[in-house]
C-alpha cells in the first residue's frame, strides 16, 4: 500500500475506484479540466505551537457568535479561499472547484428539517424554530478527509446532542441519520448517478451526543457558504469528512444501523464508522499520512504530516469504541 501519492492528480487522488470511470465521464461532460483542480496546495505549519490566528474578514453575513477556547487547534488555520473553494460536495459535480462554480443558485433560504422516528417530539421545523435560543459558538477543528488531505477550520455552530435533545428520543434510538437535500434543479450533480441520491449518513447516537459532535450554520464568522452545506451541517472531527452531511433536511432516530451512502457504494473501502485511524486503509488511500492545506507559501505536494487515531481526538473519543475492534469495525 502505497504511503505517498503525488496530490497533483487530485482527480484520480480523490475519486473511488468503483465510480472513477463515471467521474472521468462526468469531467470530460462538463468540459473541466482535472488540473484546474491544483491550484489549492499552500505549505502549512501543522503541529507547531502557534495558537490559531483571528478570522480574516470574509464575504457571506456575519454571524453574532462567542469563541470556545476549549476548542482550538494548533497550528494555522486553512485559508478561507481554500475553505471555500476546495470542496467535496458531489451534489454540486465532482472536481473540488465544481461546488464553489456551480452552487450560486442553490437556495439555503427558507429551509426546514423533518424530524422523525424514535423520538417523542417528531416534526417539520423552520431553521429559525429549529435553532431558536441555541448560541452559536466558534470552534477551531481539525478536518480530515478520508482522500488523506486536511484543514484547520473555524466552524459557528452548536453541540449536535443540544438539539437532539429537543426532539426526545426513546430508549431504541441507537442511531441518528441525516439526509441531504435533493434538488435536481439547483445541483447539477444529482444528474449524475455517484451515489444513490440523496446524501445519507449516519451516527451512532453516542456518538451523535458527543459534546465534540458539532452543527455548522457558519464559517469564519460568516453564514455557510452553499459550497460549504449551507444552511446546516454536520462536523465530526475524529471521523473522515465523508461522516459530515451538508444541507441536511431529514434528522430521523432509529433502532438500526441506518443505510449510508458510501458506506453502501463501497463497504469494504467506506466503514460505518469512518474513524480517522492511520493504521486501517485501503487501495488506493493509505492514511498513515495526510496533506495539510493551511499556512501560507505554495508546496506542489502540500505540507504532509501524520496522520493521528481519531484525528487527534483521542483523549475525547476513544472510550466510545472501548471493546472494539477499530481494525474490523472501521
Ligand atoms: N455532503 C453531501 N451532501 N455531499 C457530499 O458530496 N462530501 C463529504 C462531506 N459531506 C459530501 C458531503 C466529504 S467526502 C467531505 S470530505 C466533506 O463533506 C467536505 O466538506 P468541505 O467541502 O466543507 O470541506
Redesign the pocket.
Known amino acids: 500500500m502505497p504511503t505517498r501519492r503525488p496530490p497533483d492528480l487530485p482527480e484520480r487522488d480523490v475519486t473511488p475506484e468503483a465510480i472513477y470511470q463515471d467521474r472521468r465521464r462526468l469531467v470530460r461532460l462538463l468540459a473541466l479540466s482535472p488540473l484546474a483542480l491544483a491550484a489549492c496546495s499552500p505549505k502549512g505549519e501543522a503541529g507547531s505551537p502557534t495558537p490559531a490566528p483571528p478570522p480574516p474578514p470574509a464575504p457571506g453575513t456575519a454571524l453574532s457568535y462567542t469563541p470556545n477556547p476549549a476548542f482550538r487547534t494548533r497550528g494555522p488555520l486553512t485559508s478561507w479561499q481554500d475553505v471555500t473553494h476546495y470542496?467535496?460536495?458531489?451534489?454540486f459535480g465532482t472536481s473540488k472547484s465544481d461546488?464553489a462554480r456551480y452552487s450560486g443558485a442553490f437556495k439555503p433560504r427558507p429551509w426546514s428539517v423533518t424530524v422523525g422516528g424514535e423520538c417523542e417530539a417528531p416534526g417539520i421545523f423552520a431553521l429559525e424554530d429549529l435553532i431558536k435560543g441555541i448560541p452559536l459558538e466558534q470552534r477551531i477543528y481539525r478536518?480530515r478527509?478520508?482522500e488523506a488531505w486536511s484543514?484547520v477550520i473555524p466552524w459557528v455552530g452548536f453541540p449536535l446532542g443540544t438539539l437532539l435533545k429537543r426532539f426526545k428520543p426513546t430508549s431504541r434510538a441507537k442511531y441518528v441519520a441525516f439526509t441531504?437535500v435533493d434538488r435536481p434543479g439547483q445541483m447539477p450533480g444529482l444528474s449524475y448517478p455517484v451515489l444513490d441520491w440523496p446524501?445519507r449518513e449516519g451516527l451512532r447516537i453516542d456518538e451523535a451526543m458527543h459534546p465534540l459532535t458539532l452543527l455548522a450554520v457558519g464559517v469564519y464568522g460568516r453564514v455557510l457558504p452553499n459550497?460549504?452545506?449551507a444552511p446546516l451541517r454536520l462536523v465530526v472531527p475524529w471521523k473522515y469528512?465523508?461522516k459530515?452531511?451538508?444541507?441536511i433536511v431529514q434528522i430521523a432516530f432509529s433502532e438500526t444501523r441506518p443505510v449510508t451512502s458510501w458506506n453502501q457504494a463501497a463497504p469494504d473501502r467506506y466503514g460505518f464508522y469512518a474513524n480517522v485511524n492511520p493504521d486501517v486503509g485501503t487501495v488506493p488511500w493509505s492514511q498513515h499520512t495526510e496533506r495539510r492545506i493551511a499556512g501560507s507559501g505554495f508546496s506542489l505536494f502540500g505540507n504532509r504530516i501524520a496522520t493521528r487515531l481519531f484525528n487527534g481526538y483521542a483523549d475525547q473519543v476513544a472510550s466510545l469504541y472501548a471493546g472494539m475492534d477499530l481494525r474490523r469495525d472501521y
Open positions: 470542496n467535496n460536495y458531489y451534489e461546488p478536518h478527509c478520508v484543514m441531504t446524501y459550497q460549504n452545506g469528512g465523508f459530515s452531511t451538508k444541507a
